[in-house]
C-alpha cells in the first residue's frame, strides 16, 4: 500500500469537569467526548523522500512542524526508526471541514489519522490501545479521536471508557469565524480564578470519576434520551470563556433561545453547539440563528453525532 484516504471526526464535549492540578502542569479532568459526523479528510502518502510535507490548503492551519498532524507523523518516524528508513518519508495532505481553533479537536482529529494512516502504510500493527498511548504523548484528545464514539475522558482527558454511542441525535454548530480562543490560556485562567475549589488527593478524584460513571447524563445517554442529555450539558470553561468574549455569550444566548434539547460551549470554545432531535429540527435551528445574527463572520453548521472515530475514507 501506497497511500491511505482517511476520515477524521472532531468532537464536542458533552460534559468538562475540572478537578484539580496535576504534577504535569495539566489538569484533572472528568469529561464526556462525543465524535461528530463533521470530518477532516487526510490523505497519506509514501513519497519516496525522506521528508515529512504537510498540505492544507486552510489559512490558519499551518504547514510545517507546527502542525500536529507533522509532530505526529515525526513521532512515528522516531518511535520505528528502521521502518522510517525502509518506507521513506510521507505526504499529508488535510482537507479541512472541521473549523480551526475551535474547541473540536480538528488538529487533534488530523494527528490521529496520522498515526492510525502511517500504522498502516508500515504495517506496524499496533492496537487501537497502543496507538493511543503515542497519542498522548502529543496531546490530551488525541487518543479520544482515534477510537471516537462517546467516552469517559479522565486524567488529562487521555484515560477513556467507552459508553454505549449516541448517534441518534443532530446539532447545530455555531462559530464566528474570526474568533480563536487560547487553550493554554483558557485553563490558566480557570487555575487563577478557581484555584481554591481544586482537589487533587486520589480519594477526591475517584470519587468524581465514579460520580460520573454512575450519574444521570451517563444513564441519559445510555437511553439516548436527548431530552434529559440537554438539560445535564455543562463545562467550566464557559465561566472563564463567555465573561472574556461577549461576541460569544451572545451567540450561546441567541442559540439556546433558538429552540432544541441544550445548548453549550464545546472544549475551550468558541463554537457553540445545540443538541436537536432531528435533522429537521436542526436546520430549522439554524434558519432561526441566522435570522437574528445578520454578520457575515458567523459561520452555521448542521451535523449529526457519529460513534466512531478515524476510519478509511470509503471509495467513491
Ligand atoms: O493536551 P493539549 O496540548 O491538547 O492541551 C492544550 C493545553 O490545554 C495545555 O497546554 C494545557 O494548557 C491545557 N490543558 C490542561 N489540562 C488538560 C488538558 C489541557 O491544562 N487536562
Known amino acids: 500500500m501506497r497511500s491511505v484516504s482517511l476520515l477524521a471526526p472532531g468532537k464536542i464535549n458533552l460534559y468538562l469537569e475540572i478537578i484539580g492540578d496535576r504534577p504535569d502542569g495539566y489538569h484533572s ?3 464526556i467526548l462525543q465524535s461528530i459526523n463533521l470530518a477532516d479528510e487526510l ?6 523522500t525522506n521528508q515529512i510535507r504537510v498540505t492544507c490548503h486552510h489559512p490558519q492551519v499551518p504547514q510545517n512542524q507546527d502542525n500536529l498532524a507533522y509532530r505526529a507523523a515525526a513521532l512515528m518516524q522516531k518511535q520505528f526508526p528502521d521502518l522510517a528508513d525502509n518506507y521513506g518519508g ?3 495532505t488535510i482537507d479541512k471541514h472541521i473549523p480551526v481553533a475551535a474547541g473540536l479537536a480538528g488538529g487533534s482529529a488530523n494527528a490521529a489519522g496520522v498515526l492510525v494512516g502511517i500504522n498502516l502504510l508500515w504495517n506496524i500493527g499496533l492496537v ?3 496507538l493511543q498511548e503515542l497519542a498522548s504523548m502529543l496531546g490530551s ?6 477510537s471516537g464514539g462517546t467516552a469517559i475522558a479522565t486524567g488529562r482527558g487521555e484515560q477513556l471508557d467507552t459508553i454505549p454511542p449516541l448517534d441518534n441525535l443532530w446539532l447545530v454548530l455555531a462559530k464566528y469565524n474570526s474568533i480563536a480562543v487560547s487553550t493554554p490560556w483558557a485553563y490558566k485562567t480557570y487555575r487563577q480564578l478557581y484555584h481554591q475549589e481544586y482537589v487533587n488527593d486520589t480519594a477526591s478524584l475517584e470519587a468524581r470519576a465514579t460520580h460520573i460513571h454512575s450519574g444521570p447524563l451517563v444513564s441519559a445517554i445510555q437511553e439516548k434520551n436527548g431530552t434529559e442529555i440537554g438539560k445535564l450539558l455543562h463545562n467550566d470553561l464557559e465561566k472563564v470563556v463567555l465573561p472574556e468574549y461577549p461576541l460569544v455569550n451572545e451567540l450561546r444566548e441567541i442559540c439556546q433561545n433558538a429552540g432544541g434539547k441544550g445548548t453549550m460551549m464545546s472544549g475551550s470554545g468558541p463554537t457553540v453547539f445545540t443538541l436537536c ?4 429540527e436542526a436546520e430549522a435551528i439554524k434558519q432561526k440563528i441566522r ?15 457519529c460513534s466512531h472515530g478515524i476510519k478509511l475514507k470509503p471509495q467513491n
Open 29 to 31: 479532568l472528568v469529561m
Open 43 to 48: 490523505q497519506i502518502y509514501l513519497n519516496g
Open 90 to 92: 510521507l505526504d499529508i
Open 128 to 130: 487501537q490501545a497502543e
Open 141 to 146: 484528545d488525541i487518543p479520544f479521536c482515534i
Open 277 to 280: 432531535e432531528s435533522q429537521v
Open 291 to 305: 435570522a437574528t445574527i445578520a454578520n457575515p463572520d458567523l459561520e452555521l453548521w448542521v451535523t449529526q453525532l
